[in-house]
């Protein structure tokens, strides 16, 4: 018997320490998610710049191109909480790698598109394959990571999210220049094969116990048709006009089906957005403010680009260049404010970033038609440095204070919140220039003494000066052609300045919610409640 101690002391010696797989792997999970995540946070802002690109080849109007922006926004917005329940629901892993598949597969045929119709149709489609990808990106981290590292994984996550926000401008100017628009769309396909890959080799499935077992099918209807209602109004309401009843009638359309929406979610068995979660005040406030957050963030972009390109003349890829100090501001705040986040909490860098993104919006409000390099440059890097902390802070705030359960609802609902900020911003702020010119255009136009112009000519008109095009007769003299310019780009300033005056006063709005965020209180990650 004596030897017995001895004897396993040896053989256990023998034994070679467990190889740790790398299916599950925390680390690695992040590295798969990110790049995955990294082509729909890409696709946020690389498409505005081939925009002008996209409008000139396709003909497009301003309507259609919003509809590009929009189209692709609204499918994520209206698909997102639903494809995190199917996380929850049917395993992250599962839905990740659907999205990731049907996402690549969208942007190659948007890429061989020859209509615009063909384009937002397909851009649609991309949406909800996106939709897919990032609540279940962060469900996989909540299951994976444990508590105490869970706060840096999702600083790291957000720092991604809001590098690849940034760079988009850069690598969408460079493709568009040297080769084509489509190659914006072409770029995902090898980049979500990568992902595809990494995603078969690396993610586990995990799922929470108490997982949802149905579906609120009428709670997505009514969601997805107030959603619709909502920005369809806000789009057609330059056309239609403000005091137009179709107009209200789509607004009030969707107040109504979000409140039913709302009653139903109450009664519903296993709600698609469980009402419940809102009873945390911090979840709340950092929805909203996501939701403000992006409202001006894309919003006031979606403008910037036709600022640079079409009243500076800028080619693509020196639009891009130009906001290479928003760009790097970003990629360098984003882990700096993810480390100060989750060792200070976030509520302090919330207020700080949107105070930082109103200066920087009441900054851009004040360019004119020949501001320079270094005016532009200034207030891009301030709005860098203002949204970084709220792309990192606003996602543990949502994410850390749901029950893990609920962590793909809450990815969802966080994601949402921001892609339904994003369409507002554009529809609201492009209904506001569009107003602004129709408003401005034909006073600017007759002191300048230049000939009236027929109704239908003078919408031509507006339609152009509305991203900053000037409406200049094929082979008119110099003279006009340079007082034409001045007119339009003057009014498209103009407009530009009051949708970043708007744009501000919603950034000082979201300071003040961000008051009420905390560090998440559920933050009970891996080996916590969840099961293979």
Aim: contains cysteine; proline residues 6%.
């Amino acid at each position: 018997m004596s030897q017995a101690p001895l004897v396993t002391d040896q053989l256990a010696d023998q034994i070679p320490p467990p190889r740790r797989s790398l299916r599950g792997h925390p680390w690695l999970t992040l590295f798969s998610v990110a790049i995955g995540v990294m082509m729909v946070a890409l696709d946020a802002t690389i498409v505005a710049v081939a925009n002008p690109a996209i409008q000139q080849h396709l003909g497009a109007s301003l309507a259609d191109v919003q509809w590009i922006t929009n189209g692709y926004l609204l499918a994520l917005a209206v698909a997102l909480i639903t494809a995190g329940k199917l996380g929850d629901r049917f395993g992250h892993r599962q839905t990740f790698l659907i999205g990731i598949t049907g996402f690549a597969l969208t942007s190659g045929l948007i890429g061989l598109s020859s209509s615009v119709a063909m384009v937002i149709a397909l851009r649609v489609f991309q949406g909800l394959f996106g939709a897919l990808l990032q609540p279940a990106a962060l469900g996989l981290l909540r299951a994976t990571f444990p508590a105490e590292k869970l706060n840096t994984a999702i600083g790291i996550w957000g720092a991604v999210i809001g590098a690849s926000t940034a760079a988009g401008p850069i690598i969408g100017g460079l493709l568009v220049e040297h080769v084509n628009w489509q190659s914006v769309f072409f770029i995902n396909v090898p980049v979500g094969a990568i992902a595809l890959a990494l995603g078969l080799l690396i993610l586990k499935d995990i799922r929470a116990e108490k997982a949802p077992k149905s579906f609120d099918i009428p709670g997505i209807l009514l969601l997805s048709a107030g959603m619709f209602c909502l920005i369809w109004g806000l789009i057609k309401a330059p056309a239609w006009h403000w005091s137009s009843l179709s107009t209200w009638a789509f607004i009030g359309g969707a107040v109504v089906l979000f409140a039913v929406f709302a009653v139903w979610e109450t009664r519903s068995r296993e709600p698609l957005i469980p009402l419940g979660l809102f009873r945390s005040v911090p979840l709340s406030a950092g929805t909203v403010l996501m939701v403000l957050m992006a409202f001006a963030f894309m919003g006031g972009l979606f403008f910037v680009t036709f600022y640079l390109q079409n009243v500076h003349g800028m080619s693509p890829v020196s639009s891009g260049v130009h906001l290479l100090p928003l760009t790097a501001m970003m990629i360098v705040a984003s882990p700096v404010a993810g480390a100060l986040i989750t060792r200070f909490g976030p509520r302090i860098p919330l207020v700080g970033g949107m105070l930082f993104t109103t200066a920087a919006m009441i900054g851009m409000s004040r360019l004119t038609a020949d501001s320079g390099t270094g005016t532009t440059s200034l207030w891009f890097a301030l709005l860098g440095l203002g949204l970084a902390p709220v792309m990192v802070g606003a996602t543990e705030v949502i994410v850390g204070n749901a029950p893990l359960e609920l962590s793909g609802v809450a990815g969802g609902l966080q994601q949402a919140a921001m892609q339904v900020g994003g369409s507002l911003g554009t529809a609201v702020l492009g209904a506001v220039m569009a107003a602004r010119v129709d408003n401005q255009l034909p006073g600017h136009w007759a002191a300048a003494g230049l000939p009236a112009l027929p109704p239908a000519q003078a919408k031509q008109a507006a339609d152009a000066v509305a991203v900053g095009v000037a409406p200049v007769p094929p082979h008119a003299p110099a003279p006009l052609a340079g007082t034409i310019s001045r007119v339009a780009h003057d009014t498209f300033v103009s407009g530009m300045g009051l949708s970043f005056t708007v744009a501000a006063v919603v950034a000082a709005v979201a300071a003040v919610v961000a008051v009420f965020t905390k560090r998440g209180s559920n933050a009970d990650a891996a080996g916590g409640g969840v099961h293979i």
